[in-house]
């Protein structure tokens, strides 16, 4: 009887994830190489009784949209964005990470990590280093790292990967995703994916439909709450008519 | 609600933004000054419905879960190294660095600092001195009495005293450069110091290969473009406000919740 109720109280629970969705991608909407996410719903269905069947509302998955972001230039030589579906690969205390954040920097012994310090690797999966002496660096589009001091021989190669099931990666937060399965491998990415240098690839958030998501949160959040006070009106005529006494 | 400490998150997020964007626009006439740019990454992400874990006894696995993020920090803000605009101020030793690389100036500590602002000056010993008297390294001495001062290209500084007919040669400007000059720390008063991030620097001589050469009566200007930064300010106002609208609309779906019977 009380059904009414609980399958708004489940579409209002799904609702509040999404609301936590839209805001965290409203907060990131300048995070770099940030991707949008989505919150996939399904029916879940249920069969109380006498052939009687109802179906409820559960947030099934949250889905990152891997579209290209806009690139914008800051000509740091150390600034790299990929063009394509493709990852770099940094390394951890826990295993290989992959990000898109392409903002390195040098270490103190001339290797190249990320924001957070963690070091880049190349593509037999060696730290990235920059020799000691070098003015300039030049990044091809392959990865290939060149300085002045040789500039006809890479000193290292950037490793660029990529997966099959993209959509099966885990955010751990700091623009890094890491493998939720060990039959998960990467893959190098193909050669038609290539790295530019002095660029930086911002988050792909488009803030207008977050807006409009999350006009369309609050106002089904709100109508579940008119049905769950028109079924509690419902209820106390029931109570109150049936209850009369004769 | 979540999505309130988020919004709070993107709220502070923006509010550094505009920090950083209106101490470029500040320094949008500052001599050899390089504007910068904040840059963000999301936080921890909960897992509601781990991906990967397994849904059914025939080893089925949730080809992906429910994360729910928590907003965003700041991860650096850096300084953008690009060449600013040259101007021609026809003072003597007013010197600029067309391409890679900076002026070494003694800090009154001893140690080394870099600058891209080159509006030197003598000091009262006849040494070329930086605008708040630093001498610039390694110290060039100029004659007293010298009438003409000249600064070559490849840092080379003549000066012309009365009575001698050839210029003499008094000194040489090195220039200095490093990897990733995106990681030097700025100490204020236009200077930059040495840090791990930046590499060690490599000294030469001015045209060398990978330093720009000197050019003398010329000043470089901020690489800021007010342009940009006031986009730039725009885009950052309107997300602080979207991010205060996920405030109140959280407080509004708070509300709602209130209203249930």
Redesign the interface.
């Known amino acids: 009887m009380e059904n009414p109720i609980y399958i708004s109280l489940s579409r209002m629970m799904a609702l509040r994830n999404q609301m936590d969705v839209v805001a965290n991608n409203v907060a990131n909407a300048n995070s770099t190489a940030y991707k949008q996410q989505r919150v996939l719903f399904s029916e879940f269905l249920k069969k109380p009784a006498m052939g009687e069947q109802i179906s409820m509302v559960r947030d099934r998955a949250t889905v990152r949209d891997m579209s290209q972001g806009p690139l914008t230039a800051t000509n740091n030589p150390l600034d790299l964005a990929i063009n394509g579906k493709g990852f770099f690969v940094v390394d951890t205390l826990n295993g290989p990470r992959y990000t898109r954040n392409g903002r390195f920097q040098l270490d103190g012994k001339g290797g190249v990590v990320d924001v957070n310090g963690l070091p880049v690797l190349d593509a037999k999966s060696k730290p990235v280093t920059i020799p000691a002496g070098a003015s300039r660096v030049r990044v091809t589009s392959d990865g290939s790292v060149l300085t002045d001091l040789d500039p006809t021989n890479a000193v290292a190669k950037i490793a660029m990967v990529s997966f099959e099931k993209e959509h099966q990666l885990v955010q751990v937060g700091a623009g890094l995703f890491t493998t939720a399965s060990p039959d998960q491998q990467p893959i190098p990415a193909s050669n038609d994916i290539k790295i530019t240098q002095g660029m930086i690839e911002e988050s792909n958030v488009k803030p207008i439909l977050e807006m409009t998501n999350m006009i369309g949160v609050l106002r089904q959040y709100q109508g579940m709450q008119k049905i769950i006070d028109a079924e509690h009106e419902r209820q106390k005529a029931m109570i109150q008519k049936l209850g009369r006494s004769v | ?3 309130l400490s ?2 709070a ?2 709220m502070q ?2 509010q550094l ?1 505009v920090e950083v964007i209106s101490n470029n626009i500040a320094n949008s006439s500052t001599t050899g000054f390089k504007r910068q ?9 909960q ?6 874990s397994t849904s059914s006894d025939a080893g089925t ?12 920090r700041t ?2 803000v ?1 300084r ?3 060449q600013g605009n040259l101007t021609i101020t026809d003072n003597k030793l007013d010197l600029a660095i067309n391409g ?1 690389g900076f002026f070494q100036i003694q800090l009154p500590s001893g140690d080394i600092a870099y600058t891209r602002d080159g509006s030197f000056a003598l000091n009262p010993e006849g040494k070329i001195v930086t605008s708040n008297g630093y001498v610039v390294a390694p110290g060039i001495v100029v004659t007293a009495g010298a009438t003409d001062i000249s600064v070559s290209a490849t840092g080379q500084v003549q000066a012309k005293v009365p009575g001698s007919v050839i210029p003499a040669i008094v000194g040489q400007i090195n220039i200095a ?7 030097l720390e700025a100490t204020g008063d236009n200077l930059y110091l040495e840090t ?5 620097p ?1 000294t030469g001589l001015p045209g060398s ?3 720009g050469p000197i050019l003398q009566g010329t000043l470089e200007t901020s690489n800021v473009n007010v342009v940009q930064e006031i986009t730039t300010l725009i ?2 106002q ?2 602080y406000e ?2 205060s ?2 405030i109140k ?2 407080d ?2 708070m509300q ?2 209130g ?3």
């Open positions: 609600m979540r999505s988020i919004g998150t993107g997020a923006q933004n740019r904040a840059e963000f990454q999301d936080l921890l992400y897992n509601m419905r781990r991906i990967g696995i949730i080809p992906s879960g429910v994360q729910i993020g928590s907003g965003v991860a650096s850096y953008i190294m690009e890679n450069n490093f990897a990733n000059t995106a990681g791990p991030a930046s590499g060690t490599t290969t990978g330093l885009t950052a309107r997300a979207m991010n609208k996920i609309t959280s509004e779906m709602t919740v209203q249930l019977r």
